[in-house]
């Protein structure tokens, strides 16, 4: 087997090598350099034609390529923007008030207020009769003593009826 896999090897690389004679047999003929000043020039001018050629078409395969890349990156944009796969930048923390942030929006011409605590109702606060007993009555230590046996029980009777 591997004496048929050495021979296999053996036929393709000669095969490789008739095959880039014959290529450059078609392509570069054998250099013949002219004896005289007048075919000297001629030859140079007929390399000259073949190298524009060959940079005209260098370009066009370029301007080509980079067309083709270009609509390669939008599509590959369309297909992120179809996805709904964005990059989300990390959003950084910003310490501003509110009248600098519309200043800054809106420029130095614009008086605008965002004075929110200036729109709150004032709200006065009502004594209830619970929070006036239990001012009055203070620390629950003190009044253990008047509450301690019958006068204290006598005291709290009175002050429910009444």
Known sequence: MLQIAATLIEKETAAKEAEKANYLAEHCPPLSLPHSMQELQELCKKLHAKIEVVD??????EAKLQKTTKELEDLSQKLFDL?????????RRVRMSADAMLRALLGSKHKVC??????????????????????DVGDWRKNIEEKSGMEGRKKMFETSEA
């Open 56 to 61: 005209e078409e260098r370009y066009d395969i």
């Open 83 to 91: 996805r709904g796969k964005f990059k989300r930048p990390p959003l």
């Open 114 to 135: 965002m004075d929110l605590r200036a729109n709150l109702k004032q709200v006065k606060k009502e004594d209830t009769e619970k929070e006036k007993d239990l001012r």
